[in-house]
């Protein structure tokens, strides 16, 4: 599942991400964060989720947020209540594609005199970039890592 973040939000305006933000002082664990986040922004209730695992921290290279992703089963199809204010949309991208190594573009860019790997996927006028598309291969690389998807 991914989200495309409403303009109204304070950052990374219309861009691509999985649903998710920052943790309350009455959450209890980053796991009840990203539970609590994905029901305000889409709707999907915790008792709808079964969580099968955590991916690696990724941070933004433009913001520094710390991302911890956690990776989820969810039932489909499902009445998703997007919450406008935070995301425009909810849509998915199969998985075939995102394990297409061909999909998959990478670029390297200078940022404060680093050289940073990017990568990008680009499905059905979705573009799905930074920190979301590093968390994607990570994920790609743990499910097939005997598919294309390795570099």
Not at 62 to 88: C, D, W
Not at 96 to 122: G, V, W
């Amino acid at each position: 599942m991914f989200t495309e973040r409403s303009n109204e939000v304070s950052s990374h305006k219309g861009e691509v991400c999985f649903p998710g933000g920052g943790s309350q002082p009455s959450d209890s664990s980053l796991l009840h964060t990203a539970l609590r986040e994905t029901e305000e922004e889409t709707g999907l209730k915790t008792k709808d989720v079964e969580i099968i695992g955590e991916l690696d921290d990724s941070m933004t290279i433009s913001t520094g947020y710390v991302i911890s992703p956690f990776v989820a089963f969810t039932p489909y199809p499902y009445l998703f209540k997007v919450n406008h204010r935070e995301i425009t949309k909810i849509f998915s991208v199969p998985l075939s594609f995102l394990a297409d190594r061909a999909n998959l573009k990478q670029d390297c860019h200078p940022i404060d005199n680093q050289a940073f790997t990017t990568y990008c996927y680009e499905y059905e006028g979705h573009i799905i970039w930074g920190a979301t598309a590093r968390i994607l291969r990570q994920l790609i690389e743990l499910l097939m890592p005997e598919s294309e998807a390795s570099c």
